[in-house]
């Protein structure tokens, strides 16, 4: 899934996760401005492929926090969700465990 203003994206993992990627706070008000979608609604994608690109500069410059949430918002039909210790998060980096 992918949202018309191109600040969030929605996937699901072939076990059954689903995750919604929210990048920034309040970006929704640029109406897709900073934001480079990579991938169309319905696509597989694979590890480490690029989803979307964000101008960073932008969205700083008009006073907003790049913080990006990741959710899981099926995590009602698993049995825990392990959240790892982190500050922020690298490319490749483990940032939660579904445990079903």
């Avoid at 696509?43 to 690109?53: A, I, M, N, P, S």
């Avoid at 410059?61 to 918002?73: A, F, N, Q, R, S």
């Amino acid at each position: 899934m992918v949202t018309p203003t191109k600040h969030a994206i929605g996937l699901r993992s072939a076990s059954g996760v689903e995750l919604l990627a929210h990048i920034g706070l309040d970006t929704v008000t640029f109406d897709g401005t900073p934001f480079s979608l990579k991938v169309k609604e319905g696509d597989t994608v694979k590890k480490g492929e690029v989803l979307v690109e964000f101008d960073k500069a932008f969205i700083e410059e008009k006073g907003l926090t790049t913080i990006t949430p990741v959710i899981i918002t099926n995590s009602h039909v698993y049995q825990e969700i392990l959240i790892e210790e982190i500050e922020e998060s690298a490319l490749h980096q483990k940032i939660f465990t579904v445990v079903s």
